[in-house]
Every structure is written in structure tokens, then in C-alpha cells.
């Protein structure tokens, strides 16, 4: 079992930053793709970045040039810096840890962390 945790959520003004962290268990992390979703109530799970084992990454058009996806594999965990923030931005985000070594992929979310965007 692979536990997925969360972090960095929180207020933030319009325009401003948050940097998010998630952090995976397990032996096998440099072989998951690492994928940060957002969901706002009433819509559906709406996929935002995503980094393969081998650090290729990936963007929602809403969130290029202004989101960037990073992986630290020696800690277990990946970042989500996030600049220029908008209201539309706010939502809860989710961490997901897919290990394609099974089939189907195995995915392991976190509980996820809130981020509001105060306009």
C-alpha cells in the first residue's frame, strides 16, 4: 500500500504563489508518474500536471506557463509551484501516485489540500 499526503493548501491573494508538496510512500516512487488534480464543488476532478518516473511533464492548457511540476525522488516527493494565481484556481488539489507496473495502473490519492484565491 502506498500512502499519498498532501501539503503547502491555503489562502492566498490573488496574483500571489503556493507551492504544494506531496509526499508518496514506498519503495518503487521513482517509477510512478506523479499526477496533481483539482476539483471544485459540483464539477468534475479536473487533471492539472502530471511527471512521469523519468521527468517528463505535462499541463492543463489553464495552468501553462504558470504551474510547474517537480519531483524530488530521493524524498520521496513532488512539487506543485504555483504562480499568478487566479480565483478560478481555487479548488481542492489532489495528489495521485500511479504505478503503471501493474495492470490495470494501481492509482494511491491523498485526501488532498485546499487552496483559495481570494480575488
Known amino acids: 500500500q502506498v500512502h499519498v499526503v498532501e501539503s503547502g493548501g491555503g489562502l492566498v491573494q490573488s496574483g500571489g504563489s503556493v507551492r504544494l508538496s506531496c509526499q508518496a510512500s514506498?519503495?518503487?516512487?521513482?517509477?510512478?508518474?506523479m499526477l496533481w488534480y483539482r476539483q471544485t464543488p459540483g464539477k468534475r476532478r479536473e487533471l492539472v500536471a502530471t511527471i512521469s518516473g523519468d521527468g517528463k511533464t505535462d499541463y492543463a492548457d489553464s495552468v501553462k506557463g504558470r504551474f510547474t511540476i517537480s519531483r524530488d525522488s530521493a524524498k520521496n516527493t513532488v512539487h506543485l509551484q504555483m504562480n499568478s494565481l487566479g480565483p478560478d484556481d481555487t479548488a481542492v488539489y489532489y495528489c495521485?501516485?500511479?504505478?503503471?507496473?501493474?495492470?490495470?495502473?494501481?492509482?494511491?490519492w491523498g485526501q488532498g489540500t485546499q487552496v483559495t484565491v481570494s480575488s
Open positions: 514506498g519503495r518503487f516512487f521513482s517509477f510512478y508518474a
Open positions: 495521485n501516485a500511479q504505478d503503471s507496473t501493474t495492470w490495470p495502473p494501481t492509482n494511491y
